[in-house]
């Protein structure tokens, strides 16, 4: 994967973090609708981006263990084989698959990330209108729900895209191992240094 893409898919993520984090901050200052602007009209766009991306780590790793389970290690067919050595092989033997591959578990990842912000967002908003009592009940739990219906979507999408890219991997994996010739043992693959699940 571009740094570039990885740096943008890192923001995308943290640019929600600070979205909820914001609302906290907020619902513990009593911040009124008109002080967002006050408070942080003035915040440069080079620092926040900073702030952005680290958030994004930290969220992305925190989501990536709470769908460890879920996500898969190994791969289904060939039966097996860890997800973690297919990538590396796909990585040292075509860069145009690897690219291919790259850009579908960068989709999986933000969602991944975003069943947490939505979560997230929902419950700083609400605990915000709960402490400066904005909007009526009926608007405010329309909102909360919207957003965690959002967080849903984005766990079934989440899902979907795993196994997609799980299966995508796999079937590039099966190519180039069948275009060298031969299976690669799994024993050569393992003693590898590995890339980790992303």
Same mark, same amino acid.
């Given at each position: ?42 915040? =440069?766009? *080079?620092?926040?981006? #900073? +702030? &952005?991306?680290?958030? /994004?780590?930290? @969220? ?7 769908? =460890?389970? *879920?996500?898969?290690? #190994? +791969? &289904?067919?060939?039966? /097996?084989?860890? @997800? ?115």
């Amino acid at each position: 994967m571009a740094t570039t893409q990885l740096f943008v898919e890192l923001l995308v993520i943290g640019f929600g973090v600070t979205a909820w984090l914001v609302l906290f901050v907020a619902a513990a200052l009593g911040w009124q609708p008109s002080q967002f602007s006050q408070h942080l009209g003035g915040v =440069a766009l *080079v620092p926040l981006s #900073a +702030l &952005a991306y680290v958030l /994004g780590i930290i @969220v992305d790793r925190i989501a990536r263990e709470l769908f =460890a389970r *879920v996500s898969g290690t #190994a +791969l &289904a067919h060939p039966p /097996g084989t860890p @997800v973690a050595d297919a990538e590396l092989l796909i990585c040292e033997k075509s860069e145009r698959l690897w690219n291919s591959c790259a850009y579908n578990r960068s989709r999986f990842r933000i969602c991944r990330a975003w069943t947490l912000n939505f979560a997230m967002i929902a419950v700083a908003y609400a605990t915000w209108n709960a402490r400066v009592r904005i909007h009526d009940w009926r608007h405010s739990a329309a909102v909360t729900a919207l957003a965690f219906l959002c967080s849903l979507l984005a766990a079934w999408a989440t899902a979907r895209l795993n196994r997609d890219y799980n299966s995508q991997v796999g079937k590039v994996f099966r190519f180039l191992s069948d275009r060298q010739g031969n299976r690669i043992p799994r024993s050569t693959l393992c003693s590898r240094p590995r890339l980790g699940r992303q």
